[in-house]
C-alpha cells in the first residue's frame, strides 16, 4: 500500500495536525509513483494534537512521541511512525510553521 502523510504545525492555533492519506483506486495501485499526483490519494484520517503535549512528549523521548501520535486513527507501522515522529521533531525544532509531506510503499519494506 501507498500511503501519504502531510504534517502541519501551526503556532499560532498551538497545534500539530497530522493527515492521512492512501491510494484505495485499484487502478492506481500499480501505477508508477512518479504518475502520481495529489488527487491519486484519498484523505483517510486527519489527527490534531496539541503543541504543549508534543513538546512534552519530544522532551521524554521518541517512545513517549511515537505513544502520543498513534492513535486509534492513526496506527502507522514502526518504520513509518519513527519517520513521522523524526519529523515532527524536526517541525518543533523549528522556530516556524512548517509542513511536511512524507511518502511511504509497502514495497519498499520487502527484501528480494
Known sequence: ????YM???DRSKKELNIK?????????????SPMLNRGSFTLLCE??????IVV??????MTALLSILRTHNIF?????ATKIAESVMALYDSSEDGS???LFDDLDLLSV
Request: charge should be negative; hydrophobic fraction near 30%; proline fraction near 5%.
Open 100 to 102: 511536511v509531506e512524507l
Open 47 to 52: 489527527e490534531t494534537y496539541e503543541s504543549e
Open 76 to 80: 502507522p507501522i514502526e518504520p513509518n
Open 1 to 4: 500500500m501507498r500511503q501519504k
Open 20 to 32: 492521512e492519506y492512501a491510494i484505495i483506486d485499484k487502478d492506481l495501485k500499480k501505477a508508477a
Open 56 to 61: 512534552n512528549s519530544i522532551s521524554k523521548g
Open 7 to 9: 504534517i502541519f504545525r
